[in-house]
C-alpha cells in the first residue's frame, strides 16, 4: 500500500537549518511529482514546494525562496526539504504530499497521499 | 490571509445537508483551474474529498459532492454523521503567480 513517512522535524534556533525527509513506498516513486505543504498551529494549509517527477523543476511560495530547497533521491524513493535561515514563522507541521495532478495544467496538482506530517518548532 | 476564502465555521445537525463555499478570484478558480477538497482531522494526514470540482475517488461517500461555478466551488454532504466533523479545505491552482493555493479551511460542527 501507499506509504509517505515524514522524518527530520524538531526544535530549532532562529537562522539555523533542518532537513525534513519523506520515504516513500508502495509506488513508483520516480513517475510523480511532490509537495510539501505546512500547517502552523491554529492555522491553515499552506503550499511550500513542488518538485517535478524527475526532479528537472522546482516551485517555491515566495516566503521560502532561497531558504528552503526541495530535492528527491530516486535511488532512495526518499523526498527532500532542506531549511536554511529558519524563523520563528517557520513553525508548523510539514507534511509531504504525491501529486496525481499536473502543475500548471487546467486540473492542477491534487494529493491522493498525505504523510502523517512531522513537526518543526524553531524557537529559541 | 488565504488565496481561497472559505467560511471558518459551519454547522448542522445530523441527517442534515450543510455547504462549504471557496471563493476565489480570476486568477484561479475563475480561470478555469478544478478545485480539489480535503478533509483534515487532528493527528491525520489530509484525505482527498473531491477532486477536479465533483469527482469522488474511491472510497468517498457519495454524501460528498462538489460543484463549481464562475469564481467560487462549493463542498455539499447530506446526511450529516459526527464523524464527519472535521476540518474542510479546498485547494486550487494560482497563475499569478505559479502556485498551489488553499483556502484558510472550514470547521464543520455537527450539532
Sequence with gaps: QVQLVESGGGVV????????????????FSSLGFHWVRQAPGKGLEWVALIWYDGSNTYYTNSVKG?????????????????????AEDT???????????????????????????LVTVSS | QSVLTQPPSVSGAPG??????CTGSSSNIGAGYHVHWYLLLPGTAPKLLI?????????VPDRFSGSKSGTSASLAITGLQAEDEADYYCQSYD?????????????????
Design chain 2, 16 to 21: 442534515q445537508r450543510v455547504t462549504i463555499s
Design chain 1, 67 to 87: 531558504r528552503f530547497t526541495i530535492s528527491r533521491d530516486s535511488s532512495k524513493n526518499t523526498l527532500y526539504l532542506q531549511m536554511n535561515s529558519l524563523r
Design chain 1, 92 to 118: 508548523a507541521v510539514y507534511y509531504c504530499a504525491r501529486d496525481v495532478g499536473t502543475f500548471g495544467s487546467s486540473s492542477g496538482s491534487r494529493f491522493d497521499y498525505w504523510g502523517q506530517g512531522t
Design chain 2, 51 to 59: 477532486y477536479d470540482n465533483n469527482n469522488r475517488p474511491s472510497g
Design chain 2, 95 to 111: 497563475s499569478s503567480p505559479s502556485a498551489v493555493v488553499f483556502g484558510g479551511g472550514t470547521k464543520l460542527t455537527v450539532l
Design chain 1, 13 to 28: 534556533q532562529p537562522g539555523r537549518s533542518l532537513r525534513l525527509s519523506c520515504a516513500a513506498s508502495g509506488f513508483t
